[in-house]
């Protein structure tokens, strides 16, 4: 299947409407279920539900055909990018709705290097990976594809073109950095 993924991709890529057609059925499945595990650490009653998230973010993918598509990898690194784009623009909104006061919770358990269940404002963690890309986009970036993103360490090598033992070590880094950045 992922080979089916990329050949799809790259058909879009050159024009093939039909293509795109055949291939969201192959990675809407993956993508319910990121949405699904993003919004499970948000507020019971969030407004924002896992198949409205995936249709958002098929939207914003279907208008990004001139990517140079890589891997089914790369595909699911990028729709990390736009949903947690989308979860921040929801946050804002919800914020700016509520003039500043009760920001989103997300529970942060994988980046929380010593508390793994603490709540963490997605805003916050959002700003936090701004900064982090301030000087270090590799690590923001593995980041999001981990997190974000849902990859594995093999996965997230392939569409960083590093190898699985930098990806590990740079990840504790960042997990690490973000921990510290977040506990201010």
Do not use: C
């Amino acid at each position: 299947m992922p080979q089916d993924v990329t050949q799809l991709l790259a058909e879009w890529r050159n024009g093939d409407q039909a293509a795109l057609d055949q291939l969201m059925p192959l990675v809407y499945d993956e993508l319910h279920r990121l949405a699904k595990r993003y919004l499970s650490h948000e507020r019971r009653n969030h407004t924002l539900q896992p198949t409205a998230l995936v249709n958002e973010a098929y939207l914003r993918l279907a208008g990004q055909q001139q990517i140079e598509w890589q891997s089914r990898a790369h595909f699911f690194g990028i729709a990390a990018q736009v949903m947690r784009h989308l979860l921040v623009d929801h946050a804002r909104a919800r914020q700016f709705a509520k003039r500043g006061g009760g920001a989103q919770q997300i529970t942060l358990d994988e980046v929380s290097a010593v508390q793994p269940e603490a709540a963490v404002d997605i805003l916050a963690l959002n700003e936090a990976l701004d900064r982090l890309a301030d000087f270090d986009k590799r690590k923001a970036r593995i980041v999001e594809l981990r997190y974000f993103g849902g990859l594995g360490t093999d996965e997230t090598a392939e569409v960083l073109g590093l190898s699985a033992i930098t990806i590990k070590r740079e990840w504790l880094k960042a997990k690490a950095w973000l921990y510290h950045e977040m506990s201010k």
